[in-house]
């Protein structure tokens, strides 16, 4: 792996078009995260890439940049696009894809979601109107090829994003199909967390000779993070993660199971915090309203379950509560990793029974994590200390309601996103 220092050269140093670096430096990014100073060099002049890093360090600028810049010439035919991303969520399609629209437009390039849980129609219009690039979660992708919609034999470069997390959902095997539908000589970049046994499937599967890139351990926790691990009472649960997430910070609430997400959420509201909730029982109007919701701050905190942590990109989330413990300590990570992003602090609070202790431990020291512990209940001090001053209470009848909006670029960017554009090319040499 590929040594990545602190200091940073410039976007222009790395290659990036004199047009694309203006623009990132009109919205005040003129210095790119480690991941993209490893990566962008070699992306920008075709390589397949292999890039790890942790969420929150940049991925999505890394991957791009070099997607929109290399399909800047060319045609796209009806049904045949030619850029392809495929990710594990609907959250995160949506903000991949905010990501990439002004970046597209500046290009002459359009962009399309495709994912389940909604109407397939417009999705199969986008298709028909020769829509460049398409951001997809692998199932319903799959299902336009199979009814016909959909071909993926004009792909110069496809991305896998979060590639441990499809693994983790069991989408392997649909991935590698939608792979082996790309030609083999396109260019493929390949993006993860982690890169563990199942990932490295893929890899030796679909890259050439890729440019391999880590810009920190595989188990790392920001350093920026502090971490509380609180024993409580099982009745007090609900009260100490009340308390926690009454207070002046913005808030990301885990819970496991849809079932626990709902129910948190309405103890929560009836506490008189403003709360939406993220999860999978949601439609996706409902849940793309939450989120921006909670990327406004119309409401603080967000009850989310484990499958929605990889969509979430926010800036600003000052506390991420484990109201139940992850199963494992890639989850733990990856859950934790809403916060202490950009290089700003935060602090993560995993709420566990006595009878869990034993299990938590265990996670903590696979996650290479040692916590501040205490017991604790509802009234308790260090709760008031760790939450910040109460905000003000409304009433359950008085709950916001959260507009009809788009999740914002500016959430998913999670670095002071911009419009991002330049009028470049650079052909892939193999």
């Keep these: 792996m590929a040594d990545v220092t602190a200091l940073q050269p410039s976007f222009a140093e790395l290659g990036v078009p004199g047009p694309l670096a203006d623009v990132l430096a009109a919205g005040g990014i003129t210095v790119p995260f480690p991941i993209q100073a490893a990566t962008l060099p070699d992306a920008l002049a075709g390589r397949d890439i292999l890039g790890r890093g942790r969420t929150g360090s940049g991925k999505t600028l890394g991957f791009s940049i070099p997607l929109a810049a290399g399909l800047a010439d060319g045609f796209t035919s009806a049904g045949r696009p030619r850029g392809l991303v495929l990710v594990p969520t609907r959250e995160l ?17 359009t962009v399309a979601t495709v994912f389940g849980g909604t109407g397939q129609n417009a999705q199969v219009t986008a298709l028909r109107n020769r829509v460049d690039i398409v951001v997809a979660c692998p199932g319903r992708l799959a299902d336009l090829i199979e009814q ?32 082996e539908a790309t030609p083999a000589d396109s260019q493929r970049m390949l993006f993860s967390a982690t890169l563990d046994n199942a990932v490295d499937v893929l890899v030796r599967r679909f890259l050439s000779d890729p440019a391999v890139h880590s810009v920190d351990p595989v188990t790392a926790a920001p350093d920026a993070m502090v971490h509380h691990l609180l024993t409580v009472a099982p009745a007090d649960r609900v009260g100490v993660v009340a308390a926690l997430a009454g207070g002046s910070h913005r808030s990301l609430v885990f819970t496991r199971t849809k079932h626990g997400a709902q129910k948190l959420t309405r103890q929560l509201a009836a506490a008189g915090i403003r709360v939406a909730e993220l999860h999978g029982n949601l439609g996706q109007g409902a849940r793309e309203r939450n989120l921006a919701s909670f990327a406004s701050g119309a409401a603080p905190v967000l009850v989310a379950t484990d499958i929605a942590a990889r969509g ?28 202490a992003r950009a290089g700003a602090d935060g602090v993560v609070i995993t709420v566990q029974s006595p009878a869990q202790a034993a299990d938590v431990r265990g996670l903590m020291r696979r996650a290479g994590v040692s916590p501040l512990t205490a017991s604790v209940s509802p009234g308790s001090a260090l709760l008031r ?6 905000a ?3 009433a359950p009848g008085d709950q916001p309601k959260f507009p009809a909006a788009a999740v914002a670029a500016s959430a998913a960017t999670g670095h002071r996103a911009v419009a991002m554009s330049a009028g470049y090319r650079r052909h892939r040499k193999r």
Excluded at 314 to 325: E, K, Q, R, S, T
Excluded at 385 to 390: E, Y
Aim: net charge negative; hydrophobic share 45%.
């Design 312 to 339: 979430i990109h926010v800036d600003g989330i000052g506390l991420v509560i484990h109201a139940d413990p992850p199963a494992e300590h890639k989850a733990y990570l990856h859950r934790s990793g809403r916060t």
């Design 385 to 390: 200390s760790i939450a910040g001053p109460p």
């Design 93 to 109: 399609a949506s903000q991949v894809q905010a990501v990439l629209a002004p970046l597209a437009k500046a290009m002459g390039l």
């Design 148 to 179: 016909g919609h959909c071909h993926l034999g004009d792909v110069e470069i496809s991305v896998l994003d979060e590639a441990d997390h499809m693994a983790d959902l069991g989408f392997l095997p649909v991935v590698r199909r939608l792979m």
């Design 392 to 394: 003000a209470r409304v």
